[in-house]
């Protein structure tokens, strides 16, 4: 397909703009800050693809008249899935994988904080005690890891459950084929229940897109499935699970702890009771960085430039099943 004219308000600079801006040319490249609502507005009466910083907000989808593809330049895309877009028939696309790595090695870090009880291990370092907290705890070793999500992040989480010897059950959408380090797998489209997962998980790791289909899908249900040994991590999005059931059920013991790295609102409220819970970790929304995140960037919005002008499938493409109505406020 022909691209007239790209609006990107991607803040890059130096030789990462030169290197996103030969991924995008040649052709018209009008580029202003996100923040210039004005600037926006005038670009998108030509614009034909919009490459964006943030989110694609819906009065930038209804400006803009001509738009074909909108590429939003982080990973969830929960907050531009709108109706809207695919009544349209926009190509909607983002930046999903480009921390896979990283977001595994979080979900590894928020585990074993709660295996291995790191709030008790500084309070007894700074008491200068000497004690033993694990004679009725056990590793992740033999233990059951359960994905639910098995995109990018979620075979990276794969990956490492089973270098630390762990047997690995999975939940998504769709799989093809046998996926690499998965010993079981259930799909929605087979009309598949994550029940199993839940029941036999030791440790469930959310790493799935938030949509209608998987709002607060793990609620009051979902926790009284689960072990009252199992442990549950969040690096998805926080309304994937419901805030208000999770904390009934570490304050009944239906689970025994959990981590999250996102909340249903941020910053999270100072008056949360999840602040309080000793069996309960806190990180911000927030994440160290691969090596060249900025250039992780660049070859996913390069790739889809190509495969958009070549009418090939793109990377990291939203479809309908993917609408988020649900947002708070």
Known sequence: MNIGTVLC???YEGENWERLERAMGPGKIIHVS???????????????????????????????????????????LNNSCTPLI??????LTGSSGRSGPVLAEHTFFLALSLIYD?????????????????DSRRGLFGKTMGIIGLGYTGKEIAARAKAFGMRVLAYDREFFGEPENVDAIWSSKNNESVDELLRQSDIVALSVRLSDETYHMIDERAFSIMKDSALLINMARGSVVDEEALVRALESGSIAGAASDVFEVEPLPKESPL????????????TPEMPDMPGN???IIGENFNRYRNGQPMLNQAF?????T???G
């Open 9 to 11: 308000t991607v803040e």
């Open 34 to 76: 996100q923040n210039d609502r004005d600037a926006v507005s005038s670009a998108l009466q030509e614009a034909d693809v919009a490459i964006l910083q943030g989110d694609a907000p819906a009065w930038l989808v209804s400006e803009g008249k001509n738009l074909k593809w909108i590429h939003c330049n982080h990973a969830g």
């Open 86 to 91: 695919f009544e349209r028939g926009i190509i």
């Open 118 to 134: 790191s709030r008790a291990l500084e309070a007894n370092q700074k008491a200068h005690k000497w004690a033993n907290l694990y």
């Open 275 to 286: 602040w309080d819970f000793p069996n309960f970790v806190i990180t911000a929304h927030n």
């Open 297 to 299: 960037c660049i070859k």
């Open 320 to 324: 309908p099943e993917d609408v988020y």
């Open 326 to 328: 649900k947002r708070k």
